[in-house]
């Protein structure tokens, strides 16, 4: 055999080993979701019902998963509110869009919410505003990714 035909043997072989593994190199360098993790926070703002102002707010705590699913739950220091549930999104830029069902006496208001979240470290925080036919506010958040 040639030595031409040996050289060009061995980087074939090279070439179809280096294939064979690209793949593992590839997902292996892959980043986890940089928003995944979990936010406690505040949410506050104001329904008005009947023409009556009523001042709405408490606490939520949510969790973001690898695929930027959000899951979470809010509950009122205002009083007459049940606990919420949360169901939201969040996408690569870190933009969370979503609802809230709050049920508050007997009447359900469902409210979209969009806000921001920003991931320096190990740490998120979130910044947003919520709106419903019947009102809006604002809540914020902070927390650790995972």
């Not at 506050?44 to 979470?72: F, H, W």
Request: hydrophobic residues 35%; glycine residues 12%.
């Amino acid at each position: 055999m040639k030595p031409e035909n040996k050289v060009t043997r061995v980087i074939l072989a090279l070439i179809s080993i280096f294939l064979l593994f690209l793949p593992l190199l590839v997902s292996s360098c892959s980043h986890p979701f940089p928003y995944q993790g979990s936010i406690n926070g505040n949410w506050t703002g104001q329904l008005t019902i009947i023409s009556r102002n009523i001042p709405v707010g408490g606490t939520m705590s949510i969790k973001i998963d690898a695929k930027g699913v959000v899951s979470g739950s809010l509950t009122s220091t205002s009083g007459g509110a049940n606990p919420a549930t949360m169901n939201a999104q969040v996408d690569s830029n870190g933009n969370l869009t979503g609802t809230v069902s709050l049920t508050l006496n007997t009447t359900t208001f469902i409210s979209n919410w969009q806000g921001n979240i920003k991931s320096s470290g190990n740490s998120l925080s979130l910044q947003g505003t919520w709106t419903s036919q019947h009102g809006s506010g604002t809540f914020s958040g902070t927390g650790t990714s995972s």
